[in-house]
């Protein structure tokens, strides 16, 4: 806002002057204008306190600071969610058939039926652990929902039966909906400031998420049958008699850990205005729904997990299988290691060009790149197989050379994950309902992943057996086509600053009929 000049001018001639015409308050589109008398060709400044004149710009607000140390601690506390998923996965056969006697042929199918409970509870779940964060505040729902998950998951540890490994399973999932409530904090830490902070704050979440989804697994399998591993300090005790407990423990224990530190340091982001509590009570789930632009965008999210579950649950049988039937015949070593190439590469997408390339494109321009970089990606994998199964010595070096570099690059498809996230929260009808809104897409999230690993791995295993269809690649045709559906999907994402603006026009207009 531009200050205002005032100067008193006192005339040192005994002729009395014509007075000035009286100056006009300035506004935001008329600058502030002094009128200055003049004497030939020279300004001359009357006599009296010499005005001072400000040329400088007006000045803009500052930026806030990006919040830092809070997105850090939920960050934080994200990590456990997907620690505690995936931290059963070393051992759950071997579990699963010592506590109920299985034979080896039921082993897959009740391994499956337990990890697959833990996402189709979250679903069931997840719109009361939204509906609560905008009822009860944020934190204190945060610190439920992990002390709740940290339990149960301690509890899994000393199941002795399959029914006792299904219900400690199923109250995971229950209490597993921190992910809900992290996601609506973030936003609202960066939703006031202006510039790429959720761009960069949902970046890190996305980095805390797979650090946790590499985590799981390794300390599940480090700490699994202490006894055996460690006898010295394990055996004859409590963890021979339950072989499973140390590593349940271990992360239960972080779990408590990481609520402490969220309760005592992590802020309060819900707003707890009337006006705003008015509009909760008004607006049902179904409504919210039904708003403009938040149908396509949870169709949009739900397309979106699916590829990547699907592709995630392809990729290493995929790198496995041998070269005559459709794969790249890669050694476990080199699967870790090509595992762990794209998962840095897909850091450096999110850290450093995500934020960017959301700043310069809008969240539906990162949408769109990825949606038709998508049907390449997918195309490209079955293409490099082809060229070992050709078994010329030329080709093979041209996968080597190739291969690694196109799975780095196709890893930037990883932004849509990201980019979905955004778009959820930008379609949020009313900013207190944002929890509830992200409670249904993460709803969606844990129904896409509690179902499509298993459905597209057995899918691969079709499709290679079927070596007369496609030589074994009819998987790839399938994928190809998924992809080109969320191609078309993306053109209609909302545009939503249009939806912003419909909404404060609505809300005048309410507001108006109500004073009349």
């Given at each position: 806002?531009?200050?205002l000049?005032?100067?008193?001018?006192?005339?040192?001639s005994?002729?009395?002057?014509?007075?000035?015409?009286?100056?006009q308050?300035?506004?935001?589109?008329?600058?502030?204008l002094?009128?200055?008398?003049?004497?030939?060709g020279?300004a001359a400044?009357?006599?009296?306190?010499?005005?001072t004149?400000?040329?400088d710009?007006p000045e803009?607000?500052s930026e806030?600071?990006?919040?830092?140390?809070?997105?850090?601690l939920?960050?934080?506390?994200?990590?456990?969610?997907?620690?505690?998923?995936?931290?059963?996965?070393?051992?759950?056969?071997?579990?699963?058939?010592?506590?109920?006697?299985?034979?080896?042929?039921?082993?897959?199918?009740y391994?499956?039926?337990?990890?697959?409970?833990?996402?189709?509870?979250?679903m069931?779940?997840?719109?009361?652990?939204g509906?609560?964060?905008?009822?009860?505040?944020?934190?204190p729902?945060?610190?439920a929902?992990?002390?709740?998950v940290?339990?149960?998951t301690?509890?899994?540890g000393?199941?002795?039966?399959?029914?006792?490994?299904?219900?400690?399973?199923?109250?995971?999932?229950?209490?597993?909906g921190?992910?809900?409530?992290?996601?609506?904090?973030?936003?609202?830490?960066?939703?006031?400031?202006?510039?790429?902070?959720?761009?960069?704050a949902?970046g890190?979440f996305?980095?805390?998420?797979?650090m946790?989804?590499?985590?799981?697994?390794?300390m599940?399998?480090?700490?699994?049958?202490?006894a055996?591993?460690?006898?010295?300090?394990?055996?004859?005790?409590?963890?021979e008699?339950?072989?499973?407990?140390?590593?349940?423990?271990?992360?239960?224990?972080?779990?408590?850990?990481?609520?402490?530190?969220?309760?005592?340091?992590?802020?309060?982001?819900?707003?707890?205005?009337?006006?705003?509590?008015?509009?909760?009570?008004?607006?049902?789930?179904?409504?919210?729904?039904?708003?403009?632009g938040?149908?396509?965008?949870?169709?949009?999210?739900?397309?979106?997990?699916?590829?990547?579950?699907?592709?995630?649950?392809?990729l290493?049988?995929?790198?496995?299988?041998?070269?005559?039937l459709?794969?790249?015949?890669f050694?476990?070593?080199?699967?870790?290691?090509?595992?762990?190439?794209?998962?840095?590469?897909?850091?450096?997408?999110?850290?450093?060009?995500?934020?960017r390339?959301?700043?310069?494109i809008?969240?539906?321009?990162?949408?769109?790149?990825?949606?038709?970089?998508y049907?390449f990606?997918f195309?490209?994998?079955?293409?490099?197989?082809?060229l070992?199964?050709?078994?010329?010595?030329?080709?093979?070096?041209?996968?080597?050379?190739?291969?690694?570099?196109?799975?780095?690059?196709?890893?930037?498809?990883?932004?849509?994950?990201?980019?979905?996230?955004?778009?959820?929260?930008?379609?949020a009808?009313?900013?207190?309902?944002?929890?509830?809104?992200?409670?249904i897409?993460?709803?969606?999230?844990?129904?896409?992943?509690s179902?499509?690993?298993?459905?597209?791995a057995?899918?691969?295993?079709l499709?290679?057996?079927?070596?007369?269809?496609?030589?074994?690649?009819?998987?790839?045709?399938?994928?190809?086509?998924?992809?080109?559906?969320?191609?078309?999907?993306?053109?209609?994402l909302?545009d939503?600053?249009?939806?912003?603006?419909?909404?404060?026009?609505?809300?005048?207009g309410?507001?108006?009929?109500?004073?009349?």
């Open positions: 806002m531009r200050s000049l005032s100067s008193t001018y006192s005339s040192s005994s002729q009395q002057q014509p007075s000035p015409p009286p100056l308050p300035p506004t935001e589109q008329t600058p502030l002094l009128p200055l008398p003049t004497t030939g020279n400044l009357p006599p009296g306190p010499s005005p004149i400000n040329n710009p803009e607000e806030p600071p990006f919040p830092a140390s809070q997105i850090l939920l960050c934080l506390a994200r990590l456990l969610e997907p620690i505690a998923f995936f931290s059963i996965f070393p051992y759950i056969n071997k579990m699963a058939q010592e506590n109920g006697a299985l034979p080896d042929t039921d082993v897959g199918f391994s499956g039926l337990i990890e697959s409970l833990f996402s189709l509870t979250q069931f779940v997840m719109i009361f652990w509906r609560a964060s905008d009822s009860f505040g944020r934190k729902v945060l610190v929902s992990i002390v709740g940290s339990l149960a301690m509890l899994f000393t199941a002795k039966t399959i029914t006792e490994m299904i219900v400690y399973r199923c109250a995971a999932g229950v209490f597993a921190n992910v809900v409530t992290i996601r609506t904090m973030i936003a609202e830490q960066c939703g006031q400031r202006s510039g790429n902070h959720q761009a960069k949902f890190w996305s980095i805390a998420n797979n946790g989804i590499s985590l799981g697994p390794l599940g399998g480090m700490l699994a049958e202490p055996g591993t460690w006898p010295g300090f394990f055996e004859g005790g409590l963890m008699r339950y072989p499973y407990l140390l590593s349940s423990l271990v992360i239960g224990g972080m779990g408590l850990g990481c609520a402490g530190v969220v309760g005592v340091w992590v802020e309060e982001t819900l707003d707890r205005g009337t006006e705003g509590k008015r509009e909760v009570e008004r607006m049902t789930v179904g409504q919210l729904v039904r708003s403009p938040v149908g396509i965008v949870l169709v949009v999210n739900g397309w979106v997990m699916l590829l990547a579950y699907s592709y995630t649950a392809i290493p049988v995929f790198w496995f299988t041998k070269v005559e459709g794969g790249f015949g050694s476990p070593v080199q699967i870790s290691w090509l595992m762990g190439l794209t998962g840095l590469s897909q850091a450096v997408w999110m850290l450093a060009i995500f934020p390339l959301q700043a310069r809008g969240t539906n321009g990162v949408m769109r790149v990825c949606a038709k970089a049907p990606f195309g490209l994998g079955p293409v490099f197989s082809m070992l199964r050709t078994g010329r010595p030329e080709f093979v070096r041209v996968f080597w050379v190739c291969a690694p570099v196109f799975f780095c690059l196709g890893s930037g498809v990883s932004m849509s994950f990201t980019a979905i996230q955004l778009a959820v929260n930008d379609v009808p009313v900013a207190r309902m944002l929890g509830t809104l992200v409670s897409s993460q709803a969606v999230v844990s129904g896409t992943r179902f499509s690993p298993a459905l597209f057995s899918l691969y295993a499709s290679v057996k079927a070596q007369w269809l496609l030589h074994g690649y009819s998987i790839w045709v399938l994928m190809v086509a998924m992809a080109l559906v969320f191609t078309v999907l993306s053109l209609w909302p939503y600053e249009q939806l912003k603006k419909e909404r404060e026009a609505r809300a005048e309410e507001s108006e009929r109500l004073l009349a």
